[in-house]
């Protein structure tokens, strides 16, 4: 939790109010970008973000499972969020789980689609290998290492960048087995397949203080903030994801701007990212 005077609560809304945060940045600018790939050599990909303070790992595995019989066609993503405890004081004991839980909900809906998968920026036909049968399970896992604001955004920048870090076996499935038979494969440890992340979106959350909105906010900033919307957009611009958080309500026709708002951010968002993480990556092969 952030105590500050009064005189500092002024000062932060004063400044957002004329377009000049406390660090200099204008209300719709992130902080500086900083993207690392394989920073987990044991998982199938993984990276690390950091935004300004804001200090994030994630990484996934790859493992073969059944998929479900709602779904027989897709296989399974699932999303696990840890707050350390040397993140934040707050992270200790009961918060940094609630914390984490509503992180993961959010990413959950921002980035799959919420339960019913619609929307979802992760193509999850792509991990089927025996429609009905054989699946790949996807575990995606986050760490949040250091906390200063705006953990959504760097945590779904951190699993774009560690999905585009991932190589998944390449399966081969034994001819001739019955319908009724599970069919017997031969996993690669040589070879491997690019995970498409074609489709997947970045979040970019507008954090409302006041009459007006920013984005990428400090924990200072968050603290002083009457309700925030987190918006996941794709490359083509479509909407993947909404959440909100905050008490306070907000009017249709300003849910509708921020909308518009977090498309725009978004391209931004999406080439600093892109050329991030394309700049990791070829660190990371050489």
Not at 81 to 99: K, Q, Y
Not at 152 to 179: E, F, H, M, W
Not at 264 to 282: F, G, P, R, T
Request: with cysteine; aromatic share 4%; net charge negative.
């Amino acid at each position: 939790m952030v105590g500050l005077s009064l005189g500092e609560k002024h000062f932060i809304q004063g400044g957002i109010a004329h377009d000049l945060r406390c660090d200099g940045r204008k209300r719709l600018t992130y902080r500086p970008i900083l993207v690392e790939t394989g920073v987990i050599p044991q998982a199938n990909g993984s990276a690390r973000v950091r935004m300004g303070a804001t200090d994030v790992i994630a990484s996934i595995k790859a493992e073969l499972g059944k998929p479900s019989l709602l779904q027989p066609d897709k296989g399974k993503v699932s999303i696990y969020i840890d707050c350390s405890s040397t993140a934040e004081p707050a992270f200790e004991g009961r918060g940094g789980d609630e914390l984490a839980a509503e992180l993961s909900n959010a990413l959950q809906d921002c980035l799959l689609g919420g339960k019913s998968g619609a929307g979802a920026g992760v193509d999850l036909s792509s991990l089927i290998v025996v429609e009905g049968k054989i699946c790949w399970d996807l575990y995606i896992d986050g760490l949040v290492v250091s906390s200063d604001g705006n953990l959504l955004d760097a945590l779904g920048a951190a699993i774009k960048a560690a999905l585009c870090n991932t190589g998944i076996p390449r399966v081969q499935v034994a001819a001739g087995a019955s319908n009724d038979e599970q069919p017997e494969v031969d996993v690669s440890d040589e070879e491997f397949l690019q995970f498409d992340t074609s489709g997947v979106p970045v979040i970019v959350t507008l954090t409302k203080i006041g009459r007006h909105y920013i984005v990428d906010a400090t924990s200072e900033e968050e603290s002083q903030m009457n309700s925030a919307v987190s918006i996941s957009v794709n490359r083509q611009g479509h909407i993947c994801g909404i959440t909100k958080r905050g008490g306070v309500g907000l009017d249709p026709s300003i849910i509708l701007d921020m909308i518009s708002v977090a498309k725009h951010v978004s391209e931004q968002l999406m080439n600093k990212l892109d050329s991030e993480i394309a700049s990791a990556e070829a660190e990371d092969e050489s």
